[in-house]
């Protein structure tokens, strides 16, 4: 159980039966009444954003969340296939539940699953991924030292904004949280 006390952003809990997470959170104190704490919540299985008010010391439950490690196998009509490293169980997720995160799937990336009752809601990816550059316009001699970039199509077709000297078939190194290029990777 948790109390409102407990309460931080990212903090994953239960509200009527649902798997919640607190995108932002204040304690209230007005100068009459009692203290109470505004929050909003995400709903991890559909993305609904709640606003919802707790009174200070409410206990909240914690969700029957379960986290295993497990391996993105390959992309079907039926949604994303993960393999479970330890059983070898093979489980589909569809693209509504990976949200962002499947800018960054490629073949073989470990991540974590995020089970509510023993269905996959969600995971949560590496803070960095490494990802081959496969459309880009060429880059020049020289463009070391301007310090612009230009956009650069990646191999999950994500989009990102690179230095000007990259070309394609380059591997970058990319922030999973931001979406940004860090540097890129001599393989």
């Known amino acids: 159980m948790f109390t409102t006390s407990d309460f931080r952003k990212g903090l994953k809990i239960e509200v009527e039966g649902k798997p919640w997470i607190i995108v932002d959170f204040q304690h209230v104190k007005p100068g009459k009444g009692g203290a109470f704490t505004r929050t909003r919540l995400k709903n991890m299985e559909t993305g609904q954003v709640l606003e919802r008010t707790f009174r200070s010391g409410e206990k909240i439950n914690r969700p029957d969340l379960l986290e295993r490690e497990m391996q993105f196998l390959y992309q079907a009509a039926e949604g994303h296939c993960f393999m479970d490293t330890n059983s070898y169980e ?98």
């Open 90 to 187: 093979q489980f589909f997720i569809d693209e509504e539940h990976l949200g962002e995160a499947k800018n960054y799937l490629k073949e073989n990336i470990d991540v974590k699953v995020l089970f509510f009752k023993e269905k996959p809601i969600g995971i949560e990816l590496p803070t960095f991924v490494n990802l081959a550059i496969t459309r880009t316009e060429p880059g020049f001699r020289g463009d070391t030292a301007t310090g612009g970039t230009k956009p650069a199509t990646l191999e999950t077709g994500m989009v990102v904004q690179v230095p000007l000297f990259l070309n394609e078939g380059d591997v970058v190194k990319i922030d999973t949280r931001t979406g940004q290029y860090i540097e890129r990777v001599k393989e």
